[in-house]
């Protein structure tokens, strides 16, 4: 069963593949963890991307493609990918290579969060230089802006600044956000509200997944 899960930064997709992986045996694929695996095991397809990394350029949709499609390789194997596609030139190449294979994508489940939501979740974390992480919607500091653990003042990352929040939503919106409407098209895609707390998300993710495992 091949699942893929798609969001907004911030809709929490991290959260929640950890959760679905725990509760259904999931392997979880990211395309950052296969890169990393491939190009220290020095593979064929990790030198391909290594060149392209070393030099600073972002990977070829065909070479990410063919890297994830290589970790497909059982049939009665449960993989949730996180991550990718990232695009519909991705997700083409995909269903081509997943058709030469008499296979397809199962189900692509999507968090769906409105952008005002997504910016107020990008820019509430604050981290302590001591490694300690808050977030003033769901985690508050005891003492505002200072750390429970050391006392120290939070600070906010550049990575969590609305500046970089809505550059990435702006890149999520033109890349990534299309795959709903593909998916939507080939009947595979089940919708879930993104804005609700994490743990009515993981329950209205089950109920989709679990008919769909015991359909197989």
């Not at 890297?67 to 995909?94: C, I, T, W």
């Not at 969590?160 to 939507?184: I, Q």
Request: glycine share 10%; proline share 5%.
């Amino acid at each position: 069963m091949i699942t893929i899960l798609i969001g907004a930064p911030g809709s929490g997709k991290g959260t929640q593949s950890s959760l679905l992986c725990e509760r259904f045996g999931f392997t979880h694929l990211s395309t950052g963890d296969i890169f990393r695996a491939e190009m220290a095991a020095k593979s064929d397809i990790g030198h391909k991307a290594a060149e392209y990394v070393n030099s600073g350029k972002l990977v070829p949709d065909a070479v990410v493609t063919e890297m994830v499609a290589g970790k497909l390789d059982d049939p009665q194997g449960r993989y949730l990918l996180d991550g990718f596609p990232r695009n519909l030139a991705q997700a083409q190449a995909l269903s081509g290579l997943l058709a030469q294979r008499k296979a397809a994508v199962d189900l692509v489940l999507f968090l769906d969060l409105t952008p005002e939501e997504a910016m107020k979740r990008l820019t509430s974390r604050r981290i302590c230089p001591c490694g300690e992480v808050f977030n003033v919607l769901s985690r508050p500091p005891q003492t505002e802006g200072k750390c429970d653990k050391c006392g120290k003042d939070l600070v906010q990352r550049e990575d969590d600044s609305e500046g970089t929040a809505r550059k990435r939503l702006m890149v999520y919106e033109d890349l990534t956000r299309p795959l709903v409407a593909y998916y939507k098209a080939e009947g595979v895609l089940q919708e879930v509200d993104g804005g609700s707390s994490p743990e009515t998300v993981a329950s209205a993710l089950a109920e989709i997944v679990a008919p769909q495992l015991g359909a197989r």
